[in-house]
């Protein structure tokens, strides 16, 4: 009797507890490697600048290549690596102060590209000539990442 419970116990150990090690209070499933670690540094760079309407900062996390389309047809409000300066310069013009809360949905990588879904809330107080106001945004988009030079940089989705 002791043997078989000593069996079924390493076999438990084997069967359940040999599967990657995941990275803790993400929502979701993401084994604890360097490279998803590194990727969660860049996406934790991206809401600390962004918070502090760090202009350099979200540039400096933005691919040579970065193209935003803005999720419409329309290409009047496309722009490019060289448009995103001006891009969050209008963006915080009228920003007080802002915070933002990134919730993974869900997170493909491959050898040298990634897919990131996620829900984002942003709070925020807009200076209007009508008096301070909070505004609210929840929704879902997608960021895309390539490995450029052993690091993740953004190709869409700021």
């Known amino acids: 009797m002791r043997t078989t419970s000593i069996l079924f116990v390493l076999f438990s150990l084997v ?3 040999c599967g990657p090690r995941l990275i803790p209070g993400l929502g979701i499933e993401l084994s604890d490697t360097p490279d998803h670690r590194a990727l969660l540094r860049v996406l934790e760079s991206f809401v600390q600048a ?3 309407k760090d202009i350099d900062g979200l540039v400096s996390l933005a691919s040579k290549n ?3 389309t803005s999720g419409s047809t329309d ?3 496309d722009y490019n690596y060289d448009g995103l300066r001006d891009h969050f310069t209008e963006h915080f013009k009228l920003v007080e102060k802002i ?8 997170v493909r990588v491959s050898e040298n590209e990634t897919i990131v879904n996620y829900r ?4 925020y107080l807009m ?4 008096g301070d106001k909070w505004k609210l945004t929840d929704d879902i988009n997608r960021m895309k990442l390539a490995r450029e030079e052993g690091q993740w940089k953004i190709l869409s989705g700021m």
Do not use: H
Not at 120 to 123: A, I, K, P, Q
Not at 127 to 130: A, D, F, G
């Open 99 to 106: 915070k933002l809360e990134m919730q993974l949905k869900d």
């Open 75 to 77: 290409t009047d409000d």
């Open 50 to 52: 962004y918070e502090k």
């Open 15 to 17: 069967a359940f507890g």
């Open 120 to 123: 984002y809330v942003t709070r």
């Open 127 to 130: 200076k209007l000539p009508s």
């Open 66 to 68: 970065f193209f935003e």
